[in-house]
């Protein structure tokens, strides 16, 4: 084994090892625990941001799969 020390989860109150590729918050660029990986349960500062990304990714994928009649 090498020395290193496992990545600890960043939330204060929390001492689990951090994950290694689900773990890291890709919008404020942390590591987390399984447990605080989610934006919400972390309380991300860019929590704004990541659901405005997501509302725009949802709003486009409806609209491109709008069903619209073909006119006579």
Excluded: W
């Excluded at 918050?25 to 991300?44: D, L, S, V």
């Excluded at 725009?56 to 709008?66: G, H, Q, V, W």
């Amino acid at each position: 084994m090498s020395g290193k020390t496992a990545t600890r989860c960043t939330m204060t109150s929390c001492s689990n090892r951090a994950i290694r590729i689900v773990g890291e918050c890709r919008y404020c660029e942390h590591k987390f625990c399984g447990q605080h990986r989610i934006p919400e349960t972390h309380a991300c500062p860019n929590l704004v941001t990541c659901k405005q990304n997501s509302f725009k990714i949802y709003a486009d994928r409806l609209l491109s799969e709008k069903c619209v009649a073909s006119k006579v």
